[in-house]
Nanobody, 125 residues
Framework: QVQLVESGGGSVQPGGSLRLSCAAS????????MGWYRQAPGKQRELVAR???????TYADSVKGRFTISRDNAKNTVNLQMNSLKAEDTAVYYC???????????????????WGQGTQVTVSS
C-alpha cells in the first residue's frame, strides 16, 4: 500500500514562508504526477500545484508567483515552497500522487491515486 507522508506545515504570519514536503513509500515507482491540494473550512478541495514526471507544472492562479512545486523522482518526494503567504492560504494541504499500472488478470492499465493525511497551514497575525 502506498503511503504519502506530509511534513512542514505550521503557523506563520502573513508574508512568511513555509516549505511542505511529501514522501512516498510502499512502492518503487515514479509517479505520473504528484501535487498538492488544499481545503479550507467550508470550501471545496482545490488543486494548488501539480508536477508530472517530465517536470511540467500547473499552478492555481491564486498561488502563481508565490508557490513553487518541485519533485525528486529518485526519492519519490514532492515539495511545495510557499512564499508571501496570505491569510487566504490557510487550509489543510494534501499531498497527491498518481500512477498508471497494469491491474487484474488481463493486466489492464488503470490509474491509481493516493493521498496523504494532510498537514495544516495557518497564516495569521
Amino acid at each position: 500500500q502506498v503511503q504519502l507522508v506530509e511534513s512542514g506545515g505550521g503557523s506563520v504570519q502573513p508574508g512568511g514562508s513555509l516549505r511542505l514536503s511529501c514522501a512516498a513509500s510502499g512502492r518503487d515507482v515514479v509517479f505520473k504526477h504528484m501535487g498538492w491540494y488544499r481545503q479550507a473550512p467550508g470550501k471545496q478541495r482545490e488543486l494548488v500545484a501539480r508536477i508530472i514526471s517530465g517536470g511540467s507544472t500547473t499552478y492555481a492562479d491564486s498561488v502563481k508567483g508565490r508557490f513553487t512545486i518541485s519533485r525528486d523522482n529518485a526519492k519519490n518526494t514532492v515539495n511545495l515552497q510557499m512564499n508571501s503567504l496570505k491569510a487566504e492560504d490557510t487550509a489543510v494541504y494534501y499531498c497527491n500522487a498518481g500512477e498508471i499500472r497494469p491491474t487484474g488478470r488481463n493486466m489492464d492499465l488503470r490509474e491509481y491515486n493516493y493521498w496523504g493525511q494532510g498537514t495544516q497551514v495557518t497564516v495569521s497575525s
